[in-house]
């Protein structure tokens, strides 16, 4: 683990919101609070194809927690897709430990099976509020697909669960699936 000597809190209005490292890194308090609004297993859905317009790379982000603690998350694919005017955002990784040796093969615009973790994120400061969803691939691709998450989707008999995107009429639906015969 690297270890980070800090040089300077960076305070505006005599709140903290920052550090400055000796090594010039500088990193932010994120104003974005996130939580869990559903997670569901067995989930069938596409990965975006690798020349994709909005899709980026995010390479093991630091982020600096309110009490001082610096975290360090593992690389993820990030892809939004626009709902409404609204901004959703999608997330993709693999579920297994080894996921951050793997991330550079993901399998791009292909059907996949994992995890699904809707989250909403609302801005301390401001109250906006954002969708985000995380996807995690299972190594292990012969598990049969139970759910399937679909963003702007609308609902029949078959879905368990719903949740609204904000300032949209538009929802993300979690429908059971038919298993493939």
């Known amino acids: 683990m690297e270890t980070y ?21 500088k990193l932010m308090i994120s104003q974005w609070d996130h939580s869990t609004l559903a997670e569901f297993e067995n ?17 093991s982000p630091l982020t ?11 690389s993820y694919w990030r892809y939004g897709v626009k709902i409404g005017g609204q901004i959703i955002t999608r997330t993709f990784r693999f579920s297994c430990d080894e996921g951050s040796k793997k991330i550079n093969q993901l399998p791009f615009g292909t059907d996949v099976v994992g995890r699904a973790k809707i989250c909403l994120s609302t801005n301390k400061k401001t109250g906006e509020k954002r969708v985000i969803v995380d996807y995690f691939i299972y ?28 300032k949209t009429e538009s929802n993300i639906v979690v429908n059971k699936v038919e298993p493939k015969k």
């Open 64 to 74: 600096l927690k309110p009490d001082g603690n610096i975290c360090q998350i593992p």
């Open 139 to 166: 190594s292990d691709q012969k598990v049969v697909a139970q759910n399937e998450v679909k963003i702007g989707g609308k609902t029949k008999p078959s879905t368990i669960w719903t949740a609204p995107i904000p």
């Open 5 to 25: 000597e800090l040089k300077q809190l960076i305070r505006k209005d005599g709140e903290v919101i920052g550090a400055e490292f000796q090594n010039g890194q």
């Open 43 to 59: 989930v069938s859905f596409r990965t975006p194809v690798k020349e994709g317009k909005f899709l980026q790379f995010v390479n």
